[in-house]
């Protein structure tokens, strides 16, 4: 662990340099490690594990594309890739990486191939932390450990193969070896991150609802299409608007302020922009935050949890969602977005 300065605030971090990958491999060497699910976690994590070292398996329903996949990414039916309940029984370490929704549906079956000494791992806090609602709730004799990647799987193993990492969070809820960090930390190495940093199951799932909620997915797109809409309204040409809203900002700003920090990018930018961004910065968040607060209320009462799980149990799911998303795919800003993507010189 390593204690690192957060703008004034200390914090324990583990790194490669204090658990080298080495010492993963040490600390996982009589393990037989099964992930479970092979959505978008699943892949990520199960492959940089594999192209690591670890003794690593995997478990998935048959008979749909999943499975298929998991055999195209080399996987072999009855070595490497079983069902679910079969993967669990071999393992040793279940790394339970369904949709939060299935991992609900499946848990009974889960729960009596859980024997003493093995290891549970999530990548959310959310089967655990909500256990009212979802009826997961681990046998005492188990470790409860969770690694959550701060980022999509493909994300993860992107970055791997571009020898990155992307930073994680992990938290230990039940320790009931003696070596549910080093199991927990291990894993956490073992599957590409980048530094991690320790929360709590709650905590964890609490700010990555908070967050996919708002700044990272839901509050962008109410951002962006606000700005949009008031260029539109005042007589802007799609490419106008969309260019000033959407196009500068994911093409050339947000790279500079994720390299540098948002004062260097406002120091590059014109003297017009640079007074205008700090005058304005304030009202905008001045706006959003009682929107933020109200976010984090209804998370922390449990109802953001209630609402998903309502809705992603039911099943016509996908079908809602491809309407949903339709709609926003036909929108005139994504619309007028798929045009610009066109246009971008690299793609003509
Ligand atoms: N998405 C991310 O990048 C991300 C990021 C950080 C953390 N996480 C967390 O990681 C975990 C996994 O998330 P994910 O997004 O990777 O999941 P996902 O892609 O939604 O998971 C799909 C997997 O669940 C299986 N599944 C679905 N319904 C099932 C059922 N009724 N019975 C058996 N298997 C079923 C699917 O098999 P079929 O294809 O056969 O249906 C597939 O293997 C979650 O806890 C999530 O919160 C995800």
């Not at 099943?315 to 339709?326: N, S, T, V």
Request: with cysteine; net charge negative.
């Amino acid at each position: 662990m390593a204690t690192m300065n957060f703008g004034g605030v200390n914090e324990t971090v583990v790194t490669r340099n204090e658990f080298p990958l080495e010492k993963a491999r040490e600390v996982l060497k009589n393990e037989t490690i099964a992930v479970i699910g092979y959505g978008v976690q699943g892949p990520g994590q199960s492959l940089n594990l594999r192209d690591n070292g670890f003794n690593v398996i995997v478990g998935q329903r048959k008979g749909g594309k999943t499975w298929d996949k998991a055999v195209a990414d080399g996987w072999v039916p009855g070595e490497s890739l079983f069902e679910i309940e079969e993967a669990c029984q071999r393992a040793s370490i279940i790394q339970y990486l369904l949709s939060d929704a299935a991992q609900i549906e499946v848990w009974p079956r889960i729960k009596p191939l859980l024997t003493p000494g093995k290891a549970l791992y999530f990548s959310h806090g959310f089967g655990v932390t909500y256990k009212e609602r979802t009826g997961i709730i681990p046998p005492a004799d188990v470790d409860v450990i969770l690694v959550a990647p701060k980022g999509s799987g493909t994300s993860l193993r992107r970055m791997f193969v571009e020898g990155r990492g992307l930073n994680s969070s992990f938290a230990i809820f039940q320790d009931a070896t003696g070596r549910a960090w080093e199991r927990c930390v291990a894993l956490g190495i073992g599957v590409g991150s980048g530094y991690l940093f320790e929360t709590t199951f709650k905590k964890e799932v609490y700010s990555d609802l908070t967050g996919e909620r708002g700044t990272l997915m839901g509050a962008i797109q109410g951002l962006l299409l606000a700005q949009y809409e008031v260029l539109r309204e005042n007589g802007h040409s799609p490419s106008e608007a969309f260019n000033e809203t959407v196009e500068e900002l994911t093409q050339s700003l947000m790279p500079l302020f994720a390299e540098n920090g948002m004062d260097w990018m406002y120091a590059n930018c014109s003297t017009t922009a640079q007074r205008g961004a700090l005058d304005w910065m304030t009202p905008f968040h001045d706006a959003t935050k009682p929107v933020f607060q109200k976010l984090y209320a209804e998370v922390a009462a449990g109802n953001e949890a209630q609402r998903s799980i309502d809705s992603n149990s039911q099943a016509d799911y996908r079908e809602k969602l491809e309407k949903e998303l339709k709609a926003l795919r036909e929108s005139e800003m994504w619309q007028t977005g798929a045009v610009v993507r066109k246009l971008r010189p690299e793609n003509n």
